[in-house]
């Protein structure tokens, strides 16, 4: 008697099967992109029935950013700050740049979105209004003339219980405390700019139709949190679309989106990438822009006037005190291009490079140029080898390079440091950081558009931990793409803090710098 054919035998059970059909379906580049698309339809609409083109657009990194075409600014709000019970005011990211901004224009709008199971991302409707309280009594606790008419209350959605409220009520003063402590002189600038207290307000697919507001009537800088993501069945979605709805689609970008595939590429070919329907062509024609955007990278970076450089100021001490004489910039290049070309470079007399790539550039400048090349290689994981290279080796070379760039030279002459990083490289920040606290009189901040006040000779000392982070904290003012992980923080801290010797090995005595 013939045997009977064999079938494959699985053990896998109904619900594991449908977990998988549903992990390999949000694990599309297809489906993901064109949820964003019509993630992003809702976010035009908004915008327009509220009345609020004229107000500046901010993403809420990283997911926000593949919610629209262009944005004004980017802040950075955890959710891990809002979670329930671990709720927390984060002193490292401030977000100084886009309150700033927000009180200038009467208001701010915020782009973020959450995966399934909720309408708003807890950056939205805890870390933001905790953000807003802490700020509003920070500035009320400084300035007494604010009054009763500041409103310092915590503003949370209707859906956040009565205990939830209590428990962060009970640690805004806490927060409130330090972030006086650290961030005085920062706070003390913004009386100036804060006209109105911060008060977040609302708004997803499920609370429209939404009314016009005249933002320019309110008695508050309202912070508009808009959350793209709907609710709604995947399958009931596609009934209507043919395809599957990912809600949150921009979440968790490293684990669905293709090596070289960013926002900026997206939007730029979105109308014919959207056109394709298949999973498989559309994954195909992703990788073949991608490869065509990265053959077209061309043999020099360029950069003329300030495009592409980021500028920290620093103002000198002296008549005119809103007279830049020198500046920290940061500039970022395209990755294995060896040449950069820098040209009308504001009206700097010498041009600073520290150059921290890990193969080095070629520099074409209009003025004259100083180049260090201190490379950091692109294996940079946490262990002894890059802490010792860290302290050892990197925040000497820049306290020197800084030192020999901006505070032993001619003092009448303008000068611009620059610190070159490869694209998306965040660790440049930290750099920036070490820089300015080299060049600190103490931790003079004193306005918006000022980083430190040096005397006639310059000097640093007495830089801590509370130091260090409020120089982060002025930096994110001006870089706010990112932040550099903590153990480059606590480099610089064991650096300037428990090597004391540091001045004396880089040719500083009693804090001065010896001519």
């Known amino acids: 008697m013939a045997a009977l054919p064999q079938y494959g035998v699985t053990n896998e059970s109904m619900s594991a099967s449908l977990r998988r059909l549903r992990k390999d379906r949000e694990s599309s580049l297809c489906y993901r992109l064109k949820s964003i698309y ?99 009594r920070s500035l009320c606790r400084l300035n007494r003339r604010l009054g009763a008419s500041w409103n310092t209350d915590l503003c949370v959605p209707d859906w956040v219980s009565k205990e ?56 508050f800088t309202p912070i508009i949190c808009v959350s793209a993501s709907e609710v709604v069945s995947s399958e009931r979605f596609r009934e209507v679309h043919s395809w599957p709805y990912i809600q949150g689609a921009g979440d968790d970008e490293e684990h669905w989106a293709l090596a070289g595939l960013t926002p900026n590429l997206f939007w730029k070919h979105h109308t014919e990438l959207l056109k394709i329907n298949d999973s498989d062509l559309f994954e195909k024609q992703a990788l073949r822009l991608i490869a065509s955007a ?113 505070v ?12 070159v990083q490869e694209d998306r490289e965040t660790f440049a920040l930290a750099l920036v950081t070490a820089a300015l606290c080299i060049v600190f009189q103490d931790s003079a901040l004193t306005t918006l558009e000022t980083a430190a006040r040096l005397t006639s000779v310059g000097y640093a000392k007495n830089i801590d931990k509370k130091v260090v982070r409020q120089v982060y904290a002025y930096v994110q003012m001006f870089m706010t793409e990112g932040s550099p992980p903590r153990r480059y923080m606590q480099y610089m801290n064991e650096f300037f803090y428990q090597r004391q010797d540091w001045m004396f090995e880089l040719g500083m005595k009693n804090g001065r710098v010896d001519e």
């Open 294 to 406: 990265g053959e077209k990278k061309s043999d020099c970076n360029t950069c003329t006037g300030d495009g592409g450089i980021r500028l920290c100021p620093i103002i000198w001490m002296g008549n005119n005190v809103e007279d830049p004489r020198a500046s920290i910039g940061l500039l970022c290049v395209k990755k294995d291009v060896l040449g950069c070309s820098i040209s009308g470079d504001t009206d700097a007399e010498t041009l600073y490079i520290f150059d921290v790539s890990e193969k080095g550039h070629r520099f074409h400048c209009s003025k004259e140029a100083v180049v260090y090349h201190c490379p950091i290689p692109c294996d940079r994981k946490k262990g002894p080898a890059d802490k010792l290279r860290w302290i050892g080796t990197i925040l000497p070379a820049i306290s020197k390079f800084c030192i020999e760039a901006l």
């Open 164 to 219: 939830e409220y209590s428990f962060v009520e009970r640690n805004i003063d806490t927060w409130v405390e330090r972030m006086v402590s650290d961030h005085k002189h920062l706070l003390q600038s913004m009386i100036g700019v804060l006209s109105k207290p911060l008060r977040p307000l609302w708004f997803s697919p499920s609370s429209s139709p939404f009314d016009p507001i005249d933002f320019s009537k309110l008695t």
């Open 408 to 419: 032993k030279r001619e003092y009448k002459l303008k000068r611009k440091l620059l610190i």
């Open 38 to 136: 019509y993630d992003s339809k809702f976010i035009k609409r908004c915008i327009h029935a509220l009345g609020a083109t004229g107000i500046p657009v901010f993403a809420n990194l990283r997911n926000g950013l593949w919610y629209r075409e262009s944005f004004d600014g980017s802040a950075y709000f955890k959710s891990t700050d809002g979670h329930s019970h671990h709720w927390n005011f984060s002193f490292k990211r401030l977000n100084l740049n886009f309150a700033i901004v927000a009180a200038k224009s009467n208001g701010g709008i915020l782009i973020d979105s959450t995966r399934r199971g909720k309408q708003y991302p807890d950056a939205l409707s805890m870390t933001v209004p905790i953000w807003c309280c802490v700020m509003n």
